[in-house]
């Protein structure tokens, strides 16, 4: 079977120069490294937001092959903050029904659509973020910090709700500093410094 | 026609010793202006006596290569004057290229048509229409360009989280772009209709107040300002609205990317 994602190559001028990335369906790998390692710059380049050159495999797609909007919508980037255009939450669904079935899982209660973008706290913002990418339907999410703000509960109720995802042939790349949720969600992590991958310790 | 009353050069100095007035009083409230009031006056009376004497000798050869060369240099001066009234340019000229391209397109063609189509004259490049025309077209189609990308480089900072945001979520470039292409739109296009307003209500417009100076009829005079008003509105639109379509396109990429590395640095 053809992995989900295969990165052979990713460069972006002397930044990222990174290789040889497999990632199953069902498969989550954890990337830690310190702040500046490059590690947004690698998951903006696998999305193509910013100039970068490789050769990346969907399903065994090549990316070049698709239009770039085709390629975010099955592999879904969530910057660590997150970025808003309207003033109110609801128009930044794309399908009404889907966000509402999902806040109940997020710990969100059902009028958060409503809400106001800017009176949004940080945790909130996050996990409405979330939301919005997930109702895309992506295929690999690419994930940074996504329980940095949020509190205990809401934190286990996101990790759940990623576990139920890899469950059903989804796969993640997980930016996080937390070695204990590296440990809980992803089945190996990638070491990053300096725009390039120095270890893959296999758990 | 009846001609207008000439101005002698007693005339003249009658009411540059009002000025100067001025100036004496900005002196003694010690305003910190005097210098530069004085040497605007100064610029503005040598300015306009030499473009006297060029547009006499320009209208005398009614040459097409001559008004050609002309309309030329006034599109390559104002060109100059939207890159200049940018706070970020975009690299390898692009703004100059891209708003002098517009800006000539634009008028240039509206031009053209009132020229052969609308006004008529004989032959249709006669400078004394061409020239202060292709003037009053220009300077309000710069004022509009100028404006418009200002405020789309502006609006594509502060929104880049916004945008990419969307982009994210799998929006094409321009879907992406949109709210800052209207607001972009709008201010270029601000200075037109608010002038369009208040036209005749608020100010007569300078040329049909020159006309009915001249001795023309109020109604002759007005009926040319409405044609002049036209043709700045319709070229305005289209230099805006190529301008900012044309820089949005560069600092997008084909790969629906936001390139802000396609600005200059401050």
């Not at chain 1, 973020?129 to 109720?157: H, N, W």
């Not at chain 2, 473009?51 to 008004?67: C, K, M, N």
């Not at chain 2, 004259?121 to 292709?134: E, N, Q, S, T, V």
């Not at chain 2, 916004?162 to 799998?170: K, M, P, V, W």
Request: hydrophobic share 50%.
């Amino acid at each position: 079977m053809a992995p989900l994602l295969q990165v052979v190559t990713l460069v972006r001028e002397d930044l990222l120069s990174v290789g040889d990335i497999t990632l199953r369906a069902g498969e989550c790998i954890a990337l830690r490294g310190a702040s500046g390692a490059g590690k947004s710059l690698l998951l903006r380049a696998l999305v193509d937001l910013d100039p970068n050159e490789g050769e990346v495999y969907l399903e065994g797609v090549e990316r070049q092959q698709m239009s770039a909007s085709a390629w975010r919508r099955k592999v879904a980037y969530l910057p660590a903050e997150s970025g808003w255009w309207a003033p109110q939450v609801l128009p930044h669904m794309s399908d009404k029904a889907g966000a509402e079935a999902l806040l109940a899982t997020m710990k969100l209660p059902p009028d958060a659509l409503a809400w106001h973008v800017s009176r949004l706290s940080t945790g909130e913002r996050q996990r409405l973020a979330m939301i919005r990418a997930l109702i895309e339907e992506p295929r690999v999410l690419l994930l940074d910090e996504p329980t940095a703000a949020l509190d205990q509960a809401a934190s286990a109720a996101v990790e759940a709700l990623l576990l139920d995802l890899l469950s059903r042939e989804r796969a993640i790349i997980l930016v996080t500093h937390d070695a204990a949720q590296a440990e809980r969600l992803a089945g190996r992590t990638l070491h990053m410094n300096k725009g390039r991958l120095t270890a893959d310790a296999a758990a | 026609m009846t001609g207008a009353i000439p101005l002698s050069w007693l005339d003249l100095s009658l009411a540059a010793g009002l000025m100067l007035a001025a100036a004496l009083l900005s002196l003694l409230l010690q305003l910190g202006i005097t210098r530069s009031f004085l040497v605007a006056a100064a610029r503005m009376t040598i300015q306009l006596l030499l473009i006297g004497q060029v547009l006499t000798w320009l209208f005398a050869q009614r040459s097409l290569w001559l008004t050609l060369a002309a309309g030329c240099i006034m599109l390559l001066v104002a060109g100059y004057e939207i890159r200049s009234r940018q706070e970020r340019r975009l690299t390898g000229g692009w703004t100059y290229y891209l708003g002098t391209g517009t800006l000539t397109l634009s008028c240039s063609l509206v031009l053209f048509l009132a020229l052969t189509t609308q006004i008529g004259p004989d032959p249709w490049y006669d400078p004394r229409y061409a020239i202060p025309l292709f003037g009053m077209i220009l300077g309000n189609c710069l004022t509009g360009i100028a404006l418009g990308l200002n405020s789309l480089i502006a609006r594509l900072e502060d929104d880049r989280r916004g945008i990419e945001a969307q982009l994210l979520l799998g929006a094409n470039r321009w879907q992406a772009l949109r709210p800052s292409l209207r607001h972009a739109l709008r201010s270029g296009f601000m200075p037109i209709v608010n002038s369009m307003a208040a036209t005749g209500v608020v100010a007569l417009p300078g040329m049909m107040t020159g006309q009915i100076l001249a001795g023309a009829d109020p109604t002759e005079a007005v009926r040319y300002q409405l044609l002049v008003m036209f043709l700045i509105a319709g070229a305005t639109s289209f230099g805006v609205i190529g301008a900012v379509m044309t820089t949005a396109w560069r600092v997008t990429d084909r790969r629906d990317r936001l390139r802000l590395d396609r600005l200059r640095q401050q």
